[in-house]
T-cell receptor, first 120, second 114 residues
Framework: AQTVTQSQPEMSVQEAETVTLSCTYD???????LFWYKQPPSRQMILVIR??????QNATENRFSVNFQKAAKSFSLKISDSQLGDAAMYFC?????????????????FGTGTRLQVTL | DAGVIQSPRHEVTEMGQEVTLRCKPI?????LFWYRQTMMRGLELLIY????????DSGMPEDRFSAKMPNASFSTLKIQPSEPRDSAVYFC????????????FGQGTRLTVV
C-alpha cells in the first residue's frame, strides 16, 4: 500500500520570504501522480499543484513550485514570496496511474498535513 | 459548474440517531470519494466509487457506516446509529476518469454527535 509522510506538523514563514514543505512517499509503482492541496480555515480543499511521475521537469504554478526527486521518493513544495493568504494546512497526496487505461480512477492517499503560518 | 455540492454543511445530532450525508458530484465525473477529517487521524478515505460501483470500502470504520451511489449524480453516506466518536468533517470529492486529474472537493459536512 502506498503511504505519504509529511514530517513537519507546523511551519512558519515571514511574509515575502520563501518556505519549503516536505513530503515523502512510499510506492512500488513507477507511474503515478503527486499533488499538493491547500486547506484554508474555510476548510475548502484547493489543488495547488500537480506532478506526473513520468515527467522529470518540476511543476510550477506562479509562486508555487515543487522539487520532485523520484528516486528518493520526495516531493517538496516551495512557496516563494509568501503572502498572508498562504496561511493554511497543506496536504501532500499520491494517486496511482495504474488503472487509468481501464477508464477507472484510483484512490487519493493523503499525508497528515503541515500547518503553515505566515507572519508579518 | 457549481462544483461538488454537499449537504448539510453542519449537522448536530444525538447519539444513537441516524445521520445521512449527501453529495452531488461534478457532472461528468465518474469517480466519487468520501473522506473523514479529524484532528487525530487527519484525512481518511472511507470509500470510493467508480462508475457508481464501490471499489474500495476498506476505510469504512464499521458496520454502522454505509454508502450508496444510486446514480452518477448522487451519493449518500449514512451512519446508523451515530456515536460521539463519529464527530468529524466529512468530505465528498469527485474526479474525472482522465489521466492525472485531481479530485475536486465539496465544502464538507461538519458532524457533531452529542
Amino acid at each position: 500500500a502506498q503511504t505519504v509522510t509529511q514530517s513537519q506538523p507546523e511551519m512558519s514563514v515571514q511574509e515575502a520570504e520563501t518556505v519549503t514543505l516536505s513530503c515523502t512517499y512510499d510506492t512500488s509503482e513507477s507511474d503515478y501522480y503527486l499533488f499538493w492541496y491547500k486547506q484554508p480555515p474555510s476548510r475548502q480543499m484547493i489543488l495547488v499543484i500537480r506532478q506526473e511521475a513520468y515527467k522529470q521537469q518540476n511543476a510550477t504554478e506562479n509562486r508555487f513550485s515543487v522539487n520532485f526527486q523520484k528516486a528518493a521518493k520526495s516531493f517538496s513544495l516551495k512557496i516563494s514570496d509568501s503572502q498572508l493568504g498562504d496561511a493554511a494546512m497543506y496536504f501532500c497526496a499520491y494517486r496511482s496511474a495504474i488503472r487509468w487505461n481501464t477508464g477507472t480512477a484510483s484512490k487519493l492517499t493523503f499525508g497528515t498535513g503541515t500547518r503553515l503560518q505566515v507572519t508579518l | 459548474d457549481a462544483g461538488v455540492i454537499q449537504s448539510p454543511r453542519h449537522e448536530v445530532t444525538e447519539m444513537g440517531q441516524e445521520v445521512t450525508l449527501r453529495c452531488k458530484p461534478i457532472s461528468g465525473h465518474n469517480s466519487l470519494f468520501w473522506y473523514r477529517q479529524t484532528m487525530m487521524r487527519g484525512l481518511e478515505l472511507l470509500i470510493y466509487f467508480n462508475n457508481n460501483v464501490p471499489i474500495d470500502d476498506s476505510g469504512m470504520p464499521e458496520d454502522r457506516f454505509s454508502a450508496k451511489m444510486p446514480n452518477a449524480s448522487f451519493s449518500t453516506l449514512k451512519i446508523q446509529p451515530s456515536e460521539p466518536r463519529d464527530s468529524a468533517v466529512y468530505f465528498c470529492a469527485s474526479s474525472f476518469k482522465g489521466r492525472g486529474t485531481e479530485a475536486f472537493f465539496g465544502q464538507g459536512t461538519r458532524l457533531t454527535v452529542v
